[in-house]
């Protein structure tokens, strides 16, 4: 089976710039995670989709942040306008859990974009 | 908050050497799980314990769970050097919360 697929891998873009990131989720699934990684803060949630709904956005650090879930198969998240502390590797990962609580069920992570904001 | 801290930070051994790091948290959980993640890729489950376990093994995985001192443990037996990665604990929240926290991570170094 294919796993949760991101694209870029890499992003190197100027201060300003507007950055798109994608995701692919594992058919089937219910659940969408984005998270955010730096070696400061670690691995933090930004936002979850269930069933493309929008769930819990608190994590999302800015309103130049924004998320959509179109179709059960496809996410995406912006930056607009990019900063360059926005620079870090961004995560996409998918589970199923519909109906259930969604902490038993096995989160599957993509490989990531690296995001260099300069 | 709910994040998991890891002990030890970073960890070499030998291979062949048996790995074991340390997961605490602050409230109570339904789920705890870790997670490894190698250096450019992803993060890969590798094994959920439930609140009310103690003790789940797979392959050369041990994890157990002490909810009284909210803490877990994994164990790596008979290390290789392909379990070079970083680990990482998550947990849920008890009282509906469905989002999973992530600790800190325990950075594992198997010297050949």
């Known amino acids: 089976d294919a796993g949760v697929i991101q694209s870029p891998r890499h992003e190197v873009t100027e201060m300003g710039q507007e950055v798109t990131l994608r995701c692919k989720p594992i058919s089937g699934h219910d659940y969408l995670f984005w998270y955010r990684q730096t070696m400061m803060r670690g691995l933090e949630l930004l936002i979850y989709?269930?069933?493309?709904?929008?769930?819990?956005d608190s994590g999302m650090p800015e309103d130049r942040f924004s998320a959509k879930m179109p179709n059960a198969s496809f996410s995406t998240l912006k930056i607009q306008p990019s900063e360059p502390r926005d620079s870090a590797v961004y995560f996409c990962a998918s589970s199923r859990g519909s109906g259930t609580a969604v902490g038993n069920q096995p989160q599957h992570f993509g490989d990531g974009t690296r995001l260099s904001i300069l | 908050s709910q994040q998991g801290e890891e002990d030890p930070q970073a960890l070499s051994i030998q291979e062949g050497e048996n790995a074991t790091m340390n997961c605490s948290y602050k409230?109570?959980?339904?789920?705890l799980q870790w997670y490894r993640q190698n250096s450019g890729r992803g993060l890969v489950h590798l094994i959920l314990i439930r609140s009310n376990e103690r003790e789940k093994h797979s392959g050369r995985l041990r994890v157990t769970l002490d909810t009284s001192k909210k803490s877990s443990s994994l164990l790596i037996t008979a290390s290789r050097a392909a379990d070079t990665a970083s680990y990482f604990c998550a947990t849920d929240a008890y009282f509906g919360n469905e989002k999973l926290t992530f600790g800190t991570g325990t950075r594992l170094t198997i010297i050949p």
């Open positions: 409230t109570s959980i339904n789920n």
């Open positions: 989709f269930n069933n493309n709904v929008p769930i819990d």
